[in-house]
């Protein structure tokens, strides 16, 4: 596609524009099977040399129409959707680690990813490093000869950590290491880690490419096309977590309003920031886009947009954030983020229980740590909801 702007790829990129009957839209093909013509078509398919398609678990125009959009708004060659965003990590995982390699993983990541990295690959022979990324020194020291990916989350999930992508990226790239990012909570509007030299981005397409909490779905995107071919076929394929053309259409749906929403999140974020940083009860705010957060320069420097993520603690540790998080009116308690509802959570009871209850400061969190998805909301009526259910408790 030509070099158009974010909104106009989020709404054309990777068609051709024309839909069957003239429809705007492009149709929902919700079929699992496609029809041959003869045994020579079947010949021509199954060998490649026509991109027709076979199955859905392997191919299917509206994920095929998907996979288009979002290889663009990543600046990838190719994609390939999933039937959540944990079914794209582990599929990648699997296909770029073997038994004997080891994986380096920041020290916060999604509480399934953490589970993924330390639980379940070890079963298979692959070991697991955590490391401080933000750490380039303690990066560089963890490298082994049989460290084949480095995967991290920036801004990362719960604590909002941002790690240098070009910087790790830079040092993978002398060891000749994968670099992995989960682009979640940036989205493609605010990030873009394989213009920072990233070799794979994934997606919870859940969270801010859907938007509206009404479908489960992940992606994974990269420039080179070999490698998502065999993503495709080799893992998703045999795998099977393959995303339904009804969700892809959701999708598509989604991602026309990506930008605009991505903007009223990014403002309600800064002003839900600012009243938490001049909330007395607040003793700390981590939020990329406030100049005194430890990750702002490199996140003013890699990102469009600092999100609209933020965590923070209250005084008065678990009790209080338990009666915060029980008190709102407005505000939903709820796991998952990128909706148009705000949505606020205790990361160390819900999204992140796998990690080790008794040694969550080693990893940079605690069990007070609150985390909101601040929604689209009128930014007054979320500070209003916050503010009043502050008031209960003190
Ligand atoms: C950063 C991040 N990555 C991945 C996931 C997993 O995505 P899904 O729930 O779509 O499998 C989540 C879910 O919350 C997440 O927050």
């Given at each position: 596609m030509k070099d158009y702007g974010f909104n106009t790829r989020a709404i054309?990129?990777?068609?051709?524009?024309k839909n069957p009957d003239n429809a705007l839209n492009p149709p929902i093909?919700?079929?699992?099977t496609f029809v041959f013509d003869d045994i020579d078509h079947v010949e021509r398919v199954m060998s490649f040399e026509s991109d027709d398609y076979v199955y859905t678990r392997g191919n299917n125009p509206t994920l095929r129409l998907f996979e288009n959009r979002m290889a663009e708004l990543e600046y990838g060659k190719g994609a390939v959707a999933f039937s959540s965003g944990m079914a794209a990590i582990s599929s990648v995982l699997f296909s770029l680690l073997k038994p004997g390699d080891n994986v380096i993983v920041h020290r916060t990541l999604y509480g399934s990813s953490y589970t993924l990295t330390t639980q379940l690959l070890p079963k298979y022979g692959v070991e697991y490093k955590v490391v401080d990324l933000t750490d380039l020194e303690e990066l560089n020291e963890s490298i082994?000869?049989?460290?084949r990916v480095i995967y991290f989350e920036?801004?990362?999930?719960?604590?909002?950590s941002i790690i240098d992508i070009r910087e790790v990226a830079r040092i993978a790239r002398e060891r000749n290491i994968k670099v992995v990012v989960d682009n979640t909570f940036a989205s493609p509007c605010f990030q873009n880690p394989l213009k920072l030299g990233a070799d794979v981005v994934v997606h919870s397409a859940t969270k801010y490419i859907c938007g509206h909490g009404d479908v489960v779905g992940g992606v994974a995107i990269a420039q080179d096309t070999d490698y998502i071919d065999s993503l495709k076929f080799e893992y998703m394929c045999e795998f099977g977590g393959v995303m339904s053309p009804f969700d892809a259409w959701l999708l598509l749906r989604g991602l026309k309003t990506l930008g605009i929403r991505m903007e009223q999140h990014e403002s309600n974020a800064m002003a839900v920031a600012e009243y938490l940083r001049g909330?007395?009860?607040?003793q700390k705010v981590n939020y990329p886009?406030?100049?005194?957060?430890?990750?702002y320069d490199i996140a003013k420097e890699q990102m469009d947009g600092f999100g609209a993520i933020i965590s923070f603690e209250v005084e008065g540790g678990l009790e209080s954030a338990t009666r915060l998080v029980e008190g709102l009116e407005l505000i939903k308690l709820a796991v998952?983020?990128?909706?148009c509802e705000t949505l606020i959570e205790v990361p160390a009871a819900m999204?992140?229980?796998?990690?080790?209850a008794d040694q969550l400061e080693r990893f940079g969190?605690?069990?007070s740590m609150v985390r909101i998805s601040v929604g689209i909301e009128d930014m007054d009526d979320i500070i209003a909801d916050l503010d009043q259910s502050f008031r209960r408790i003190y």
């Amino acid at each position: 596609m030509k070099d158009y702007g974010f909104n106009t790829r989020a709404i054309h990129g990777g068609s051709d524009g024309k839909n069957p009957d003239n429809a705007l839209n492009p149709p929902i093909f919700q079929t699992s099977t496609f029809v041959f013509d003869d045994i020579d078509h079947v010949e021509r398919v199954m060998s490649f040399e026509s991109d027709d398609y076979v199955y859905t678990r392997g191919n299917n125009p509206t994920l095929r129409l998907f996979e288009n959009r979002m290889a663009e708004l990543e600046y990838g060659k190719g994609a390939v959707a999933f039937s959540s965003g944990m079914a794209a990590i582990s599929s990648v995982l699997f296909s770029l680690l073997k038994p004997g390699d080891n994986v380096i993983v920041h020290r916060t990541l999604y509480g399934s990813s953490y589970t993924l990295t330390t639980q379940l690959l070890p079963k298979y022979g692959v070991e697991y490093k955590v490391v401080d990324l933000t750490d380039l020194e303690e990066l560089n020291e963890s490298i082994d000869s049989n460290t084949r990916v480095i995967y991290f989350e920036s801004p990362s999930n719960p604590d909002l950590s941002i790690i240098d992508i070009r910087e790790v990226a830079r040092i993978a790239r002398e060891r000749n290491i994968k670099v992995v990012v989960d682009n979640t909570f940036a989205s493609p509007c605010f990030q873009n880690p394989l213009k920072l030299g990233a070799d794979v981005v994934v997606h919870s397409a859940t969270k801010y490419i859907c938007g509206h909490g009404d479908v489960v779905g992940g992606v994974a995107i990269a420039q080179d096309t070999d490698y998502i071919d065999s993503l495709k076929f080799e893992y998703m394929c045999e795998f099977g977590g393959v995303m339904s053309p009804f969700d892809a259409w959701l999708l598509l749906r989604g991602l026309k309003t990506l930008g605009i929403r991505m903007e009223q999140h990014e403002s309600n974020a800064m002003a839900v920031a600012e009243y938490l940083r001049g909330n007395p009860r607040v003793q700390k705010v981590n939020y990329p886009g406030i100049e005194d957060f430890k990750g702002y320069d490199i996140a003013k420097e890699q990102m469009d947009g600092f999100g609209a993520i933020i965590s923070f603690e209250v005084e008065g540790g678990l009790e209080s954030a338990t009666r915060l998080v029980e008190g709102l009116e407005l505000i939903k308690l709820a796991v998952s983020l990128g909706d148009c509802e705000t949505l606020i959570e205790v990361p160390a009871a819900m999204t992140h229980r796998g990690y080790p209850a008794d040694q969550l400061e080693r990893f940079g969190f605690s069990e007070s740590m609150v985390r909101i998805s601040v929604g689209i909301e009128d930014m007054d009526d979320i500070i209003a909801d916050l503010d009043q259910s502050f008031r209960r408790i003190y």
